[in-house]
């Protein structure tokens, strides 16, 4: 009876025994005296490792405490019985060998992690599509981005489940403005790539006032194609601390700059038609 129970545990207890061999490893390697404590120190981390694709999606070392696995830090599962410290997780890995990270790499529970991870990729993708489809409808998305992430979990899209971490769900105010900013450096490249080339460059300036009655500059950029075709674009909106024209010059020279606009193709200036734009000295023209 004793022999059978033996033989049934051992498939049970594989993971634990793989477990406890790799944190005893960890173990020895930070306790190993004489020649082969001092090999392994002087090894030390191989900064090529950070760039193997084996290893480059989860891997990180910090100085004088070993090795870590992001993955498995990241997405943390309870250890097995026996174990409450283990390499790469819990407890840098000392042993600075390649066939140790193989090793990791090869454990279940890292096997679970990039599981977890690339089903919580696959959710962020979702959470981007779904935000750039109410921002392109011109719809609140502050407002419907929850409510939309709720249908498409009705509709079948489970993985959305993955959003919810602990006190995380990927629908706050500051998570989408976050994604909203990521999301408009993606649409911007191509447009700006496309104003960069442009024979001819145009402004459209205007101030305005928002909600808490702080000055902003709004700035358009029309442009011309190799083909002659004119195109209008909405190019920035900032806050400026009053409407001198000093003021003004130093917010577009600034956009201006930042967006990598070639100055020496502007031909045109709107505006519309106050003092400050178009004074007697043409300031911000010539500025």
Not at 13 to 36: H, K, N, T, Y
Not at 147 to 166: M, S
């Amino acid at each position: 009876m004793r022999v059978g129970q033996s033989r049934g545990g051992e498939g049970a207890g594989q993971d634990r025994r793989e477990e406890q061999g790799a944190a005893a490893a960890a173990v020895r390697g930070s306790e190993v005296g004489g020649s082969e404590r001092a090999r392994h120190r002087k090894s030390g981390f191989d900064p090529g490792w950070m760039e193997d694709p084996r290893f480059k999606p989860w891997l990180y070392n910090i100085a004088n405490h070993g090795m870590f696995c992001r993955l498995c830090r990241q997405h943390k599962q309870a250890p097995k019985r026996g174990v409450s410290t283990r390499p790469f997780i819990e407890v840098g890995c000392m042993l600075f060998r390649s066939d140790y990270l193989d090793k990791h790499a090869a454990t279940r529970h890292h096997q679970e992690s990039v599981k977890a991870h690339a089903a919580l990729i696959q959710a962020v993708i979702g959470g981007f599509k779904c935000l750039y489809h109410l921002t392109k409808k011109e719809h609140a998305h502050h407002t419907n981005y929850a409510d939309l992430l709720e249908l498409a979990e009705l509709l079948g899209c489970q993985y959305f489940e993955k959003l919810k971490i602990g006190r995380t769900n990927y629908t706050s105010h500051r998570i989408i403005d976050e994604m909203l900013e990521i999301l408009g450096t993606v649409v911007e490249e191509p447009i700006l790539a496309n104003i960069s080339a442009s024979v001819a460059i145009g402004l459209e300036v205007d101030e305005t006032t928002d909600v808490s009655v702080k000055k902003q500059l709004d700035v358009h950029v029309r442009y011309m194609d190799k083909n002659g075709l004119l195109y209008s674009q909405f190019l920035d909106l900032v806050t400026v601390s009053d409407g001198r024209a000093d003021t003004i010059v130093k917010a577009i020279r600034t956009i201006l700059t930042k967006k990598n606009i070639p100055t020496q193709r502007i031909y045109g200036l709107g505006t519309d038609g106050a003092a400050v734009m178009t004074g007697m000295n043409y300031q911000q023209k010539q500025g």
